[in-house]
């Protein structure tokens, strides 16, 4: 059954990269790689949306006023953001760590936004399987919640977000520094107790 699950994450990343060549599926339309399902996800329902609409607005803003000139993906876990992508020079950089940090309820902004060109389609796609390859392992270790996890590829560097315990910590970047692709491992989590764990999978999130 868990070769079968690994096939299907590769396989459906795969179709979104034939798919993103027209701009029509979100999950790689704004360059970064993210893998991770709701339906067992550790923020509240309420969470969930209010990040959905942080990420909309910080992409607007950063759209808006500097268009074409910076690649930007804008990920919200818990009202924390993580700003990634490419701009062409350290103000740039700055300037979109500024536009996020005006958006309300926010509390904190993990700038990772790289002073470089603006990656390719292949790069793009290369970081689109690598992202396969960690949710395939991810679902191969029996001691993680494989879906609990919000990581971000982008240019062979992975990020994970999420609320997460110290020991899911350790081993979620030993299961993800071994997959064919990755670079870099960083770290951008919520730390919780292992009490904390235990009462957030006891019953889902209201």
Not at 160 to 165: D, F, L, Q, S
Not at 196 to 204: G, Q
């Amino acid at each position: 059954m868990k070769s079968m699950l690994r096939y299907v994450s590769i396989g459906l990343l795969l179709v979104a990269t034939v798919l993103s060549t027209s701009a029509c599926f979100p999950l790689f339309a704004g360059g970064a790689v993210m893998t991770g399902l709701v339906a067992v996800d550790r923020r509240t329902s309420g969470a969930m949306l209010e990040d959905q609409s942080i990420e909309l607005k910080i992409s607007g803003r950063i759209r808006e006023a500097l268009g074409e000139k910076v690649h930007i993906n804008v990920t919200s876990y818990n009202r924390k953001v993580l700003l990634t992508g490419e701009a062409p020079d350290q103000q740039d950089k700055e300037r979109v760590a500024e536009i996020a940090k005006l958006t309300d309820n926010l509390t904190s902004v993990w700038n990772e936004v790289g002073v470089t060109a603006i990656t390719t389609l292949t790069e793009r796609t290369n970081d689109l399987v690598t992202a396969g390859r960690i949710k395939a392992d991810l679902i191969d270790a029996k001691d993680l919640f494989s879906n609990a996890y919000k990581v971000v590829v982008e240019r062979g560097t992975v990020y994970v977000m999420g609320r997460i315990t110290a020991r899911e910590s350790k081993r979620v970047a030993s299961v993800i520094s071994g997959v064919t692709g990755v670079k870099k491992v960083v770290l951008v989590h919520e730390t919780i107790t292992e009490e904390e764990l235990a009462n957030l999978t006891a019953k889902p999130a209201n």
